[in-house]
């Protein structure tokens, strides 16, 4: 069982809200990355970090943001929700340190936000 | 740029036929290749990867893929499918050795019918 934990699993808010997605692993991971998940089933990377102070945007042009203030916590914030943001969101981990890029990647079980 | 297709949206099977999920990939180099699972309302849930070596990768749950470089296909099998296998299947893909985060699939819709 992977030790990666997103909170909230449901959320629904209104247009213009600010608001946090938690992220957080207990594996000492120093990769840590933000997919966006389509009704219909693809992921899209949007965000992603190599470790403390390190963020990168992904594929998917996303208007959030994110920050990487310690390494087990990789926090995502849309600063004013719309109904575009309605989606999943998934959070995952993996450690790159020693082993050349060998490991896979462990899932939070996401967060279905709904902006209405 | 790496790339993966997964270019069957839904695959049915019967309950204790033989399942085959399809992928191909692109990539510069040498691949990392992976499956992943993801059951109704979760996350995604680590299947097999294929790295170096043998061609024929076992994994969770009885799954295996091959790994074929003349096709770049990395095909996701089961020799007899159950009802619990249904759920949604991901391919994934990595460049070696550059610093890149996987790239998925569009994900397949596994269907085992009792």
């Known amino acids: 069982e992977a030790d990666i934990y997103q909170t909230p699993r449901y959320l629904v808010i209104g247009t213009g809200k600010k608001i946090t997605l938690e992220c957080s692993q207990t594996?000492?991971?120093?990769?840590m990355y933000w997919y966006q998940q389509d009704p219909g089933m693809e992921l899209h990377l949007i965000h992603y970090s190599y470790g403390v102070n390190s963020t990168e945007k992904g594929d998917l042009s996303s208007e959030s943001t994110v920050s990487r203030i310690r390494t087990e916590h990789f926090p995502l914030t849309l600063e004013s929700a719309r109904p575009s943001h309605t989606s999943q969101y998934l959070c995952?981990?993996?450690?790159?340190?020693?082993?050349?890029?060998?490991?896979?990647?462990?899932f939070g079980q996401g967060t279905r936000l709904t902006v209405v | 740029a790496q790339s993966v297709a997964q270019p069957e949206d839904q695959v049915n099977v019967a309950e204790g036929n033989p399942l085959t999920v399809k992928c191909t990939y692109s990539v510069s180099g040498n691949p990392y290749l992976f499956w992943y699972v993801q059951y109704p309302n979760r996350g995604l849930q680590f299947l097999l990867k294929?790295?170096?070596?043998?061609?024929l990768v076992k994994g969770s749950y009885g799954f295996e893929a091959e790994f074929n470089k003349s096709q770049t296909s990395f095909h996701l099998k089961k020799p007899s499918a159950l009802v619990s296998d249904s759920a949604l299947y991901f391919c994934a893909v990595r460049d070696q050795p550059r610093r890149t985060p996987l790239v998925f699939g569009k994900g397949t819709r596994l269907s085992v019918i009792a």
């Open positions: 594996m000492g991971h120093d990769k």
């Open positions: 995952a981990s993996r450690s790159e340190r020693g082993t050349g890029g060998l490991t896979e990647a462990f």
């Open positions: 294929y790295i170096t070596g043998d061609n």
